[in-house]
């Protein structure tokens, strides 16, 4: 239980530093909470492993969240922003805090908050590879490194539920005709459909930059952060805001927050001793660093890459939900089309 004990101390202070900054915030009272629970329980004679590994990854899950806000609201403007992304991704890799198995802690969590770990560290590289882009950089490899860290966050996150099979006739009975379909696809919430679109998104950009591309071809899309509840993002990126989408993306999250852990004001220089004021380029391989830690399928994930097949995989299936079961919701699929031409003629 030592370092259960002394990465529960940590997020109690982690907590505690935020709410220095942001006093009577409920979210992060709500964090500070479950960490000191986790910490007490550590304390306690008995088997508490399941009580611990849960009230700290709600606790990471809701203080980062947090900050994913802060960072949202200002458009990644502060020279801190990029530190605070790599900190967040740190803090999601539970499993080498922890020192437990990832396997052992899986187990330990309930599917829609292992959901939400997998779909944070996905989508905030999703983020970081867009706004580099966008930004311009020289390194191309790094970006191509993260584009397939963050396919294989999402491709996890996508099949922590498995499918449901084919129904008989009358087996099931609901009053929307396509959401046994939406189930059989395995699409169960908004959150699914955007991990469909950023995985696509990024099988693109690395499938671009591998050929020499800049990796972003045509309209640059707007600046998007995925995070849970109030996932913001931009009819131009092809991907749906909560308003556009018509409900919450939060579905997956398990909590109030559907969220994740760290400092959102600068003054740690977080893990690795990356700068609190590293910039996009700078920023790069503590951003990798981070994704890898404590998970194995990434190295696995890598190497088996095929980004033009998994690519169109995503986006077909991104298509077919939205013009088909989510055509009344209105899901924008314009770039999805745009991506899935471009590398479906790689293919002839």
């Known amino acids: 239980m030592e370092l259960l004990l002394k990465a529960s101390e940590q997020q109690v202070a982690c907590c505690s530093k935020l709410l220095q900054v942001h006093p009577g915030e409920t979210l992060l009272l709500k964090a500070f909470e479950s960490a000191e629970r986790a910490a007490q329980s550590c304390q306690k004679d008995g088997d508490f492993l399941q009580t611990v590994v849960q009230s700290y990854t709600q606790s990471v899950l809701d203080s980062t969240y947090f900050e994913e806000t802060l960072l949202v609201e200002r458009a990644f403007s502060q020279a801190s922003s990029f530190g605070t992304v790599v900190r967040i991704i740190d803090a999601l890799c539970i499993p080498s805090k922890l020192g437990i198995a990832p396997k052992e802690v899986c187990s330990l969590l309930q599917d829609e908050i292992l959901e939400c770990l997998y779909w944070r560290v996905g989508a905030l590289l999703y983020m970081y590879c867009q706004t580099t882009l966008t930004r311009g950089t020289e390194q191309k490899k790094g970006i191509m490194e993260c584009c397939s860290a963050g396919v294989g966050y999402l491709d996890l996150m996508l099949h922590v539920q498995p499918p449901l099979p084919p129904l008989q006739e009358g087996e099931y009975t609901t009053n929307d005709p ?17 991990a469909l679109m950023y995985a696509g998104e990024m099988c693109y950009w690395h499938w671009e930059l591998d050929n020499g591309g800049a990796g972003q071809e045509g309209p640059v899309p707007a600046l998007t952060i995925g995070g849970g509840p109030g996932v913001v993002a931009d009819a131009g990126s092809g991907i749906p ?89 209105e899901w924008n699929y314009d770039r999805a089309i745009q991506l899935l031409i471009r590398m479906k003629k790689s293919q002839s």
Not at 178 to 194: E, K, N, T
């Open 178 to 194: 396509s959401l046994p379909g939406l189930l059989q696809q395995g699409i169960y919430s908004d959150v699914h459909m955007l």
């Open 241 to 329: 805001s909560e308003s556009e989408s018509g409900s919450s993306a939060g579905h997956v999250d398990g909590s109030d927050s559907g969220s994740s852990a760290g400092h959102v004001d600068g003054s740690d220089s977080g893990p690795a001793s990356c700068p609190g004021t590293c910039g996009y380029d700078e920023a790069l391989p503590f951003v990798l660093m981070g994704a890898m830690r404590g998970l194995d399928f990434v190295k696995e994930w890598r190497e088996e890459l095929n980004p033009v097949k998994l690519g169109v995989d995503y986006l077909t299936k991104y298509i077919d939900a939205a013009r088909g079961p989510l055509k009344i919701q």
